[in-house]
């Protein structure tokens, strides 16, 4: 059974790197993983998006190991706006075909 | 611009109701979902289509029925609500399936049934 796990919560201080890990097992090799980040009363926004190495855009950069058994989301120098809860989504395509999001991460960035 | 939509925002209802929720994108996506988030923040897909066609369909009640008129709607109708269907529904669109591309999410429709 496709299953993703994410730390329930992280506080961190302005201006400082966050690093979101999320374990999937059962991940093919082509298999993306997608992170989003959800404030309250609103859909979830798109971050990042990979299934290998490193790719990093103008928000953020997501790790992949060679194992590809877990990714890490980095947010580099997080400011009080980025407080929110951030999902990570593997799309498992495996025998039956699975769309599973993490349980989410609520970031709590501190003055 | 509102590039994907939900109405109503808000929809307060009794048990044993029948009730719809309708979603419109104007991305010209090819693909939609819905997905429910309980109280404890949980996502979980229930369907998703590519050009009015169904590719995903999770183990969700059969009272639960995606209707797509045409590719840039996705409406869910639900019958006979429970109160186990409490929780916000989020309309979502692609250009590419799920695995490959990027989401866009409406802004959720809180149910509440009582």
């Known amino acids: 059974l496709a299953k993703t796990t994410q730390p329930i919560s992280m506080d961190s201080y302005e201006g400082q790197e966050v690093n979101i890990t999320c374990s999937h097992n059962?991940?093919?090799?082509?298999?993306?993983i997608t992170w989003y980040q959800q404030f309250p009363s609103q859909g979830p926004r798109f971050i990042i998006q990979g299934y290998k190495t490193k790719v990093t855009n103008e928000v953020a950069s997501l790790f992949i190991p060679a194992d590809r058994k877990s990714s890490t989301l980095s947010l580099p120098r997080v400011s009080l706006s980025d407080t929110a809860v951030y999902y990570c989504l593997v799309v498992f395509s495996g025998s039956a075909r699975q769309l599973t999001f993490g349980s989410g991460t609520q970031l709590t960035v501190l003055p | 611009d509102t590039a994907v939509s939900q109405t109503p925002k808000y929809l307060v209802t009794q048990m044993g109701n029948d009730k719809s929720i309708k979603c419109e994108q104007n991305l010209g996506h090819d693909t939609m979902y819905w997905y429910k988030q309980d109280s404890k923040k949980f996502l979980k897909i229930m369907f998703s289509y590519n050009n009015k066609e169904l590719i995903i369909n999770e183990t969700v009640p059969n009272r639960f029925s995606p209707k797509s008129p045409d590719k840039a709607h996705l409406n869910l109708h639900i019958n006979s609500l429970e109160l186990g269907d409490s929780a916000v529904y989020f309309c979502?669109?692609?250009?590419?399936?799920?695995?490959?591309?990027?989401?866009?999410f409406g802004p959720g429709t809180r149910l509440t049934v009582t």
């Open positions: 979502a669109s692609s250009q590419r399936g799920a695995e490959n591309g990027e989401q866009y």
């Open positions: 059962n991940i093919a090799t082509n298999d993306y």
